[in-house]
T-cell receptor, first 116, second 111 residues
């Protein structure tokens, strides 16, 4: 398997522009996670899907952020409008999850976003 | 106070030394994860454990549920072990697999 695939790997955009990050989870995994990593706050969960349904979006910073998972093999994280403070590395991870059980998460390579 | 605390924040050691990184948590968990992040930025899951001890090559992870504490050990450390090691806990609750992360330990192994 190719592992978790993220695109683009690097994105530089101007403040106010829309940014869309993409993720393809590992085939067969039913949980998908979007994380953000910054120097100040470290790794934080933004949103978590299970069986394509958003389960926990308490980490989504504000209405400018939205995430979708239209099917089991694709998810997007959109920022509109983008701001310089959104600059970070965004990781997507996937796992196979059953209720009350924890499973190893596999991380994608990340998308480094720079908003100028 | 963070729910997951790691120590030390930074650790520099000579090649060959035995390394210990500690993680303490303050919440009930279903599992504890140790992750490795290399300078290139990629994150790899090293261990997931809910009790006892796991070993993979030169890496050993232990957890004491009663004391809410875990340790990651590296035997015969090597410069390629230089990375940030991150402890995270999951609290599986009806399928909610939210991970809460520690701030990481930056390990540098000098040849």
């Amino acid at each position: 398997d190719a592992g978790v695939i993220q695109s683009p790997r690097h994105e530089v955009t101007e403040m106010g522009q829309e940014v869309t990050l993409r993720c393809k989870p590992i085939s067969g995994h039913n949980s998908l996670f979007w994380y953000r990593q910054t120097m100040m706050r470290g790794l934080e969960l933004l949103i978590y899907f299970n069986n394509n349904v958003p389960i926990d979006d308490s980490g989504m910073p504000e209405d400018r952020f939205s995430a979708k998972m239209p099917n089991a093999s694709f998810s997007t994280l959109k920022i509109q409008p983008s701001e310089p403070r959104d600059s970070a590395v965004y990781f997507c991870a996937s796992s196979f999850t059953l209720p009350t059980d924890s499973y190893e998460q596999y991380f994608g390579p990340g998308t480094r976003l720079t908003v100028t | 106070k963070n729910e997951v605390e790691q120590s030390p924040q930074n650790l520099t050691a000579q090649e060959g030394e035995f390394i210990t990184i500690n993680c303490s948590y303050s919440v009930g968990i279903s599992a504890l994860h140790w992750l490795q992040q290399h300078p290139g930025g990629g994150i790899v899951s090293l261990f997931m454990l809910s009790s006892g001890k796991k070993k993979h090559g030169r890496l050993i992870a232990t957890i004491n549920i009663q004391e809410k504490h875990s340790s990651l050990h590296i035997t015969a450390s090597h410069p390629r072990d230089s990375a940030v090691y991150i402890c995270a806990v999951s609290r599986s609750n009806f399928g909610n697999e939210k991970l809460t992360f520690g701030t990481g330990t930056r390990l540098t192994i000098i040849p």
